[in-house]
């Protein structure tokens, strides 16, 4: 509790600290659109730029996207675009500059994203069409210029959008252009020569945008979204973005959209709908999309990306409801005689209603076929309403609800769909009883073998009190757990009299699994069942797994085997009622259904407390009764390697239920087996290093001395190469570094493949950190296996072992911030400090710090803090605040001493420095933050050294 306690803080101390240094743009812009907006009446990227065109389209993207047309003005946006027009046709970047197609097609893209129409589109074409540049057979982007792919696809979509393609001189020029990217294609991508000024993304972006409006052919579309897929970051922070190239080591906003939106395009020109999302990771783009600062562009580009993916639907909370005349609609179900209309509330991921969509629901049942419904924003109830009801009158079975809604973005079309399915049926009532030696069990209650049920089912519609009978059965059906029918019967209701229906039955056998028991009832006609209702109880009984044998091992042998093996184990499941016999489950429901198909039975191997593997068990039948099959293919894994338990567990179907674990049943004893004498068998394997390159050798290592090589580990009883499990990476190799005979330093090796991806070899690339110690060690391979290390021997029985010394000075660089409040409340200072060792630099310290303020009668001690570190750097840095009386002027010393050293008299470092209370020097970060920052170290720091206090005790 301490430590959940702990860690709770810590997250809301450290959130707090974050939401300070840096707001999440992807959503603040959004909410404050209408902060960009100038009194011109366009938007300009930042508060303190003039207003453009581009900025002004990008904010009316965001506007219609997200329904935020009521927090902008869109006359005053309008005008703005129009003072922009010049006499030629085209649209200039800002005032007084000449035409430019960029800024035309950003103009054409504004009016359409506030859906108001254009005006005099002859001009806008006559424009376009004067930028045709025949020699290089491409568009250009003024007047006289040379053509460009870029202009071009600009160009072409800005023809789409006034609806002029079809022009019999856009036509010849797309034609052209068409022929001139035939010319330009190598291996699935576009290579644009004379287009130097374009990264090799970008030129494709272009290429396959203007592409995408010419009827060009892609020949192979999977080879041609592979281009982008490959540049798709799939590691670390920036996971999600894209690379403009596979070299590049820095990704961005801008080309992730472009990436996207070219995936987009090609999936539109060859039909391909689920191409963006098959050649993108789109979860890893939502989340590097969230690390866009308060920027506009930054965030249109965003919106861009995600828009044009599945994640598309995720920027809208959508709910379907509907408003009922004269009857009842549930979540499954319609009452026969209801009336019902189609209604959905759409809202932006922030809240936000949006009335921008264009909505419909199709409602499809056999007695009418299908029948569309518009449906309408409704302004007071801010959502989207059918204007007439749908009446199930005299209609019985399935009815499909798919809600449509459309989003038009100047040419693109978005859209979003809600499947809805219901069964039009009778009102149920089931009164029932449930009865275990003279007790009473209500609904959900737990019963046992012998309890008896009683049940009385009623049917009505909205127009009839009562159903007594018609073309129809009322089934009753007693369904365990995993979905297998326990019993059975029906009630003809053709002709029926009674004015219920009534069901009797007695639990007698536990021969099925423990948990859920649901009495089932449903009215079925001819084309099935329309109404249900169901009334579960709990069945608390023991499970165990008895008559378990290992093939080829025999009774109380240990069961051992080696790599590339395979382990197969055998059990027969049942329940325990008395605690001393087994009743089976029997292989057959009452419904003749093969009841193995749906009992799901699972054996689980453990290394320690480390779930290794986990098997379901395939089902045969042995006297009538269930008997389960488990085979474990010993793999040539580390994690493979050594004793493993098993056990194993029932999976039950009912929603929500969690597994139940079954005993281990001594069938031979008739008794359960000890749990402190598990189920195990081990698998035996004699680990060597072989193929070693550039192995290391004895001598002298220094601090930063890196120690590189490669090798591989076999198994001499199997024969085999041993790697490591991608799905248990923590039973790996690891160099590890020991000094008094305990491990100083730990490495894992990095698991190298080959072409085709499968394991090749092991590389060690390690450096010694600044956390070794002086003096005599060695340098050792084990494997990882559990909470113990096995060491890895050579060829001729010896360990695999280098002898070193490790030494070097450690030298220190530092520079000193420090920072007074201006309410003269709190001061602060952060000292920043690297560390090298022969000119390399030294990362991953763990260090400690002492800060202590000098005076004539000496050093008094302040404080202890933790030094936080940057591993990717080696920038290291030690932050304290305090108040004026504590933190007041003079010399200060703060010394660092590693957490391996036990001399707490030999600081490794000491820093010096003269702190001036009441300075306004610059910090790295907000005075709040360090403030903040620094409770928060001090906070970790001495929670964790009280947790290990406490541990020890």
Not at 403 to 424: P, V
Not at 783 to 791: I, K, M, N, P, T
Request: with cysteine; proline share 3%.
């Amino acid at each position: 509790m301490k430590l959940r306690a702990f860690i709770l803080v810590l997250g809301l101390l450290v959130g707090s600290a974050l939401a300070q240094s840096r707001q999440n743009g992807f959503q603040s812009v959004a909410a404050s659109i209408e902060d960009f907006q100038s009194k011109q009446g366009g938007f300009a990227y930042t508060k303190d730029a003039a207003p453009s065109i581009a900025a002004t389209s990008n904010a009316l993207f965001l506007s219609a996207l997200l329904g935020l047309k009521d927090k902008t003005d869109a006359d005053a946006a309008a005008r703005f675009v129009n003072s922009l027009k010049n006499s030629d046709g085209g649209f200039s970047a800002s005032s007084g500059q000449y035409s430019d197609v960029e800024s035309t097609r950003h103009a054409l893209l504004a009016f359409g994203h506030l859906g108001l129409p254009l005006g005099d589109k002859s001009s806008v074409e006559t424009f376009v069409k004067s930028l045709w540049d025949a020699e290089s057979r491409l568009f250009a982007n003024r007047k006289g210029e040379k053509g460009s792919i870029r202009a071009t696809a600009y160009a072409l979509q800005s023809l789409d959008i006034l609806g002029a393609s079809s022009r019999d001189w856009a036509v010849k020029a797309s034609d052209e252009v068409r022929k001139g990217l035939k010319d330009v294609v190598q291996d699935s991508a576009f290579v644009f020569p004379a287009e130097s000024d374009l990264d090799e993304l970008s030129a494709n972006y272009y290429g396959i945008m203007a592409a995408s409006f010419v009827n060009f052919k892609f020949d192979d579309a999977e080879a041609w979204a592979s281009f982008f897929s490959e540049r798709q970051v799939r590691e670390g922070r920036a996971a999600g973005g894209y690379l403009t190239s596979k070299s590049a080591r820095q990704v961005s906003i801008v080309a992730t959209a472009r990436a996207v939106s070219a995936l987009y395009y090609l999936s539109k020109a060859t039909q391909s709908p689920l191409l963006v999302d098959s050649h993108c990771d789109v979860r890893a783009l939502a989340r590097f999309v969230q690390l866009i600062p308060h920027d506009l562009q930054a965030a249109a580009y965003a919106f861009l990306a995600v828009s044009r993916t599945s994640l598309f639907e995720e920027l809208f909370q959508k709910q379907a409801t509907y408003e009922v005349l004269n009857g009842e609609v549930t979540e499954t179900a319609v009452i026969q005689g209801s009336q019902l209309k189609p209604i959905v509330a759409v809202r932006t991921f922030f809240g936000v209603p949006h009335a921008g969509f264009t909505v419909e629901a199709v409602l499809t049942h056999k007695s009418v076929g299908t029948k569309t419904y518009k449906l309408s924003w409704n302004q007071e109830a801010q959502q989207y309403q059918a204007s007439e009801f749908f009446d199930s009158a005299d209609k019985l079975g399935e009815l499909s609800i798919v809600y449509t809604g459309r989003l038009n973005l100047a040419g693109d079309s978005m859209t979003f769909t809600i499947k809805d399915n219901k069964k039009i049926g009778y009102y149920i009532k089931v009164k029932s009883t449930a009865n275990l030696a003279g007790k009473d069990i209500e609904a959900n209650g737990v019963i046992g073998v012998g309890t008896v049920f009683s049940h009385s089912v009623s049917l009505a519609t909205q127009s009839k009190a009562k159903v007594t009978s018609g073309e129809f059965d009322v089934v009753y059906s007693v369904v365990d757990s995993s979905g297998a029918v326990i019993h059975t019967e029906k009630k003809d209701g053709r002709g029926y009299k009674d004015s219920s229906f009534t069901f009797n039955f007695e639990l007698k056998s536990s021969d099925f699994p423990a948990g859920a028991v649901s009495h089932r009832f449903e009215v079925r006609n001819a084309d099935g069942a329309h109404t249900a209702h169901v009334v579960a109880y709990q069945l608390n009984l023991p499970m165990v797994a008895s008559h378990i044998t290992f093939k080829g091992v025999a009774a109380g042998a240990q069961p051992t085997f080696k790599i590339g093996e395979t382990v197969t184990v055998t059990m027969q499941p049942g329940s325990l009622p008395d605690l001393r016999t087994v009743v089976p489950y029997a292989a057959s429901d009452a419904a003749g259904a093969k009841a193995g198909e749906l009992r799901q039975f699972f054996m689980d191997t453990y290394s320690g407390e480390q779930l290794v593997r986990s098997i379901r068990g395939k089902a045969s039948e042995e006297s009538g009764n269930l008997v389960y099959t488990f085979e474990i293919p010993i793999s040539a894994t580390f994690d493979s390697i050594g004793k493993q338990r098993i056990s194993f567990r029932y999976q039950p179907r009912t929603a929500g239920a969690k597994p139940i674990s079954l005993a281990n049943f001594d069938s031979a004893a008739g008794e359960l087996l000890d749990e402190s004498s598990p189920l195990t068998f081990s698998v035996n394997a004699k680990l060597q290093v072989a193929d070693v390159k550039d192995a290391p050798a004895d001598g002298a290592l220094s601090y930063g001395d890196e120690v590189a090589f490669t090798f591989k580990v076999v198994d001499t009883l199997s024969g085999k190469n041993v790697w490591v499990n991608a799905e248990s990476p923590s039973n790996t190799v690891n160099l590890v570094l020991k000094a008094d005979g305990t491990v100083a330093d730990r490495h894992a090796a990095e698991q190298q493949v080959d072409e085709d991806g499968k394991p090749s070899s092991f590389a060690v690339n390690w450096a010694v950190s600044a956390n070794a110690k002086k003096g005599p060690a060695s340098l050792e391979l084990v494997v990882a296996s559990g909470e113990s290390d096995v060491a890895l021997q050579t060829k001729d029985g010896k360990a695999f072992k280098a002898s070193v010394t490790v030494g070097g000075d450690i030298e220190v660089s530092h520079k000193v911030h420090q920072v007074s409040s201006l309410e003269n409340f709190h001061n602060a200072f952060t000292v920043q400090f690297g560390l090298t060792c022969k000119g390399k630099t030294l990362a991953g310290a763990q260090l400690r710090s002492v800060v202590k303020v000098l005076g004539s009668a000496g050093a008094d001690e302040i404080v202890s803090l933790p030094v936080a570190s940057n591993a990717e750097n080696g920038v290291y840095e030690v932050s304290y605040v305090g108040v004026d009386e504590v933190a007041r002027a003079g010399k200060y010393q703060i010394e660092l001493f590693r957490e391996v050293d036990t001399d707490s008299s030999k600081p490794l470092f000491t820093v010096s420095f003269d702190f001036e209370a009441g300075s306004s020097e610059l910090l790295p970060v907000r005075t709040e933050t360090v403030v903040l920052l620094a409770v928060v170290g001090s906070f970790l720091f001495f929670s964790l050294k009280k947790l290990r206090l406490e541990r020890q005790k």
